[in-house]
């Protein structure tokens, strides 16, 4: 399985590494701020975290994600060629 992937790999681009990169990290992130959106919302989660907290590391997460999916969509036309 390992040379499988690795054989795929190696016939990416740079720029189509990169948007596997980006494609398979950006539902965790979605994930990640659903249960932080839950865990604010909630009555009983909310007085056991910081609340300031968790409402600056979600927004530093969004902006994250959308960096993450405009350098996505700037290098989707390009992801095939070298």
Known sequence: ???HLDRIFD???PNARV???IWSS???FLLYLAVHGY???SAEIRPGLHVGT???LQA??????????AIGVRLWP???LD
């Open 54 to 56: 968790v409402i600056g």
């Open 39 to 41: 865990a604010l919302a």
């Open 19 to 21: 948007l596997a990169a």
């Open 78 to 80: 390009r992801c095939w």
């Open 26 to 28: 950006t539902p965790f």
């Open 11 to 13: 016939e990416f681009t």
């Open 1 to 3: 399985m390992r040379r």
């Open 60 to 69: 530093l997460l969004v902006l994250c994600t959308v960096i993450n999916l």
